[in-house]
């Protein structure tokens, strides 16, 4: 019996003005519409279509782009370097942006790390110690601020359960009380047992539904 391997193929399409994707790619994800589209890190977004095999090229909100996701609605949403939070329609067409009013004069506080969809409420963090939510419905940004925690950035997030949010920084795992809006930290950096880096790249759940 003859063992089936994936076939790879180097992704070679280019913009129909001659552009290819060089820079570095931080988050791919395919739309409810079928849409391919890819964020990078220098050449902002690029959306694919595999039905008509056309690339096309958007950077003109931002180059700098960290993780991209669709809400309930059909909206993409995309992080940016110091340009907000950006919002696109099903189709890649730019709708409009929702600058970080909160941020201060720090303007590594504006750069977004992540981002994360949950009943159409747009999840995200930003610079360090700062977690967003956009209510989409009302256009509503709340931030809440996390220095006196002094965890650094917050590099992903996932949906815990109805009513927390896992968040994953620089220094620990916290979960984020969706009610009262509260952090606490559920690892113990004194506990062999625990996680042996507090450094939190990235989470996902399993078929199972382990993280």
Request: glycine content about 8%.
């Given at each position: ?65 960290w993780d ?56 995200f963090g ?86």
């Amino acid at each position: 019996m003859r063992a089936k391997y994936d076939l790879f193929t180097y992704f070679d399409k280019k913009t129909r003005y001659g552009v290819f994707i060089s820079s570095e790619i931080k988050k791919i994800i395919k739309s409810e519409s079928g849409l391919i589209w890819i964020a990078t890190l220098g050449q902002g977004l690029f959306v694919y279509n595999p039905q008509t095999d056309v690339l096309t090229q958007n950077s003109l909100q931002t180059s700098f782009v960290w993780d991209v996701c669709e809400n309930n609605s059909g909206h993409i949403y995309a992080s940016s370097l110091q340009e907000g939070l950006l919002c696109f329609d099903e189709n890649g067409k730019f709708l409009q942006s929702y600058p970080l009013l909160s941020a201060g004069n720090n303007p590594d506080n504006y750069r977004i790390n992540c981002l994360l969809d949950i009943r159409s409420d747009i999840w995200f963090g930003a610079g360090s110690n700062l977690l967003y939510c956009l209510n989409e419905r009302t256009g509503n940004l709340d931030c809440y601020n996390a220095s006196h925690l002094n965890f650094g950035a917050i590099r992903c997030l996932l949906n815990y359960s109805e009513t927390e949010l896992l968040v994953g920084t620089d220094n620990g795992l916290y979960l984020f009380d969706l009610h009262d809006k509260n952090f606490s930290r559920i690892d113990n950096p004194s506990d062999p047992r625990s996680l042996s880096d507090q450094s939190i790249n990235a989470m996902m759940r399993d078929a199972e539904g382990d993280i």
